[in-house]
């Protein structure tokens, strides 16, 4: 099994910071990793696909990055209703990162 | 409007079984892969399962292989999740989620249509 690791597993940051979440694959995996958004009681929503595509009708200031092992998403100037709960994906198998929650400062 | 709807969760004994449901509506659900992805109460993600198109290829998380059957009807846009000897672990909100592909696995794309998820809870 691919295991993918994700840090921070949480993190406090205020409104037009530019943040960064980073997730580790336990094996080389080329591009094949997502990125979810995930808000409370709601189901997740594709963010990135191909560890750099922006999925449609997603905003601009998400965006991807990396292959192989270690991946990023940036969040460049984060907006009010991105805290939330982020995970990335494998697709060379599947599975999912622990997440990290971005809380406000 | 693209649409899936999750039923036949519920709180059930260990060593029972389940059958979930996922409806699909708005879209072609033959052309796609479909799985089932689970969160357990306050905690992450897990996939659990997926199924291609044509149902040739199935793949199981190694948490509930043996325990754990997907299956699709086309022609009733339907998807399905046979879940024998629960366990209480096995208590978590699931969802179904429709691929935006064929595959799955080595495919570069994501779960891009959800369901609201359905609740399996496993308690004597």
């Known amino acids: 099994d691919i295991q993918m690791t994700q840090s921070p597993s949480s993190l406090s940051a205020s409104v037009g910071d530019r943040v960064t979440i980073t997730c580790r694959a336990s094996?080389?995996?080329?591009?094949?990793l997502n990125w979810y958004q995930q808000k409370p009681g709601k189901a997740p929503k594709l963010l990135i696909y191909a560890a750099s595509n922006l999925q449609s009708g997603v905003p601009s200031r998400f965006s991807g990055s990396g292959s192989g092992t270690d991946f990023t998403l940036t969040i460049s100037s984060l907006q009010p209703e991105d805290f939330a709960t982020y995970f990335c994906q494998q697709t060379f198998s599947t599975s999912f990162g622990g997440g990290t929650k971005v809380e406000i400062k | 409007e693209v649409q899936l709807v999750e039923s036949g969760g519920g709180l059930v004994h260990p060593g029972r079984s389940l059958r979930l449901s996922c409806a699909a509506s708005?879209?072609?659900?033959?052309?796609?892969?479909m799985h089932w992805v689970r969160q357990a109460p306050g905690k992450g993600l897990e996939w659990v399962a997926g199924i291609s198109w044509d149902s040739d290829s199935i793949v199981y998380a190694d948490s509930v292989k043996g325990r754990f059957t997907i299956s699709r009807d086309n022609a009733k846009k339907s998807l399905y999740l046979q879940i024998n000897s629960l366990r209480t672990e096995d208590t978590a909100l699931y969802y179904c989620?429709?691929?935006?592909?064929?595959?799955?696995?080595?495919?570069?794309?994501?779960?891009?249509?959800w369901g609201q998820g359905t609740t399996v809870t496993v308690s004597s």
């Open positions: 989620a429709k691929a935006d592909g064929t595959l799955v696995k080595y495919y570069f794309y994501g779960f891009d249509v």
């Open positions: 708005g879209f072609s659900f033959e052309e796609y892969a």
């Open positions: 094996q080389t995996i080329a591009t094949y």
